[in-house]
């Protein structure tokens, strides 16, 4: 009997390739082609035609006026009232999450009476609009024509002003505004806080931990994931809901734009400058909108310094972002 070898050949015969072997495995590997799409490259087309003849009717309009474009765009009024436009818009943001975070905390309390007196501020300011609310601030001399500081029920006054003097038209507007912001604001932090764990509460409860600081230091640090997207929207529609203003002349970007046209009767030129400074400050708002979200995002990207150490010395990268 011929003896054979661990392949289970005879000595001079040529082993057969091994079943499985790693020859075959490379002869099995899959060669995936996508499958053509026509439709979707036809409405690439469709939409660069689209949009370059958009732009070039808009270039070679000449109803459009560019010169005059060109040179009111960082004349010194519409910077003045750009500059107001940015005033308005941070002041009434910082009021009105002052304003949501409280009423939030109200509406979450255990006292039904501070849960009615959120609610019912919610109700009312998110249920009217907000230029009835501006109109309603700047003539609030119609109905309190002296505003005092002093004791209720017509006890003597310590010190008074004139409503008309004190509410300007800037004044109005951050009332306006800020008071109806904090109306949305409140159930944005709301939402936030009630994302949290609630086993969150308790663990910062069971160390010792006072409400106050469980809320500052435990709830509301987790809540910022929910709470910066609508915040960041909300920030870039009061970079444009600010136009209103223009009704109680506020001296913002439209106000100034308005009183432009029709002193030189250039209404698309002057209205064009204006959009083109909301495009600038709503694509800035939206690009730190976007730098923050990735900042308190769970998958956040690492940083540059990490992604490159980790392409040249992985275990060095491994240890710094441990660290």
Do not use: C
């Not at 912001?181 to 159930?187: I, K, L, S, T, V």
């Not at 910022?224 to 136009?243: A, D, E, H, W």
């Amino acid at each position: 009997m011929t003896p054979l070898d661990t392949t289970g050949a005879a000595p001079g015969e040529t082993p057969a390739p091994a079943t499985g072997g790693t020859a075959q495995e490379e002869d099995l590997t899959l060669q995936v082609t996508r499958r053509p799409r026509p439709g979707r490259w036809l409405a690439v087309i469709a939409a660069v035609l689209f949009a370059g003849w958009l732009t070039y009717t808009i270039i070679v309009n000449p109803n459009l006026h560019w010169d005059i474009v060109a040179k009111y765009q960082f004349d010194g009024v519409i910077l003045d009232g750009l500059w107001v436009t940015v005033q308005l818009t941070l002041i009434s943001m910082a009021v009105g999450i002052t304003i949501g975070v409280l009423i939030a905390v109200m509406q979450l309390s255990d006292s039904p009476v501070l849960r009615l007196t959120a609610g019912a501020y919610t109700w009312f300011f998110r249920g009217t609009p907000l230029l009835v609310q501006l109109i309603f601030w700047f003539n609030l001399a119609l109905i309190f024509p002296e505003i005092s500081i002093g004791v209720p029920f017509d006890g003597p006054k310590l010190i008074s002003w004139q409503s008309n003097q004190l509410i300007t038209g800037f004044v109005a507007a951050l009332l306006g505004l800020s008071i109806n912001e904090g109306a949305y604001m409140a159930e944005i932090v709301r939402a936030g806080i009630q994302s949290v764990d609630p086993g969150q509460r308790e663990a910062g409860a069971s160390i010792g931990m006072s409400n106050r600081r469980i809320l500052s230091r435990i709830i509301l640090p987790q809540a910022m994931r929910v709470i910066i997207p609508p915040f960041g929207n909300q920030f870039i529609s009061m970079l444009k809901t600010t136009s209103l203003v223009s009704v109680i002349a506020g001296a913002d970007l439209m106000t100034v734009s308005q009183h432009l046209y029709l002193a030189n009767f250039e209404v698309v030129a002057m209205l064009m400058v204006a959009s083109l400074w909301y495009l600038v400050l709503t694509t800035i708002a939206s690009v730190a909108q976007h730098a923050v979200e990735r900042r308190y995002s769970p998958r956040a990207t690492p940083p540059l310094r990490h992604r490159v150490l980790a392409n040249l010395t992985p275990g060095r990268a491994k240890k710094e972002t441990a660290s």
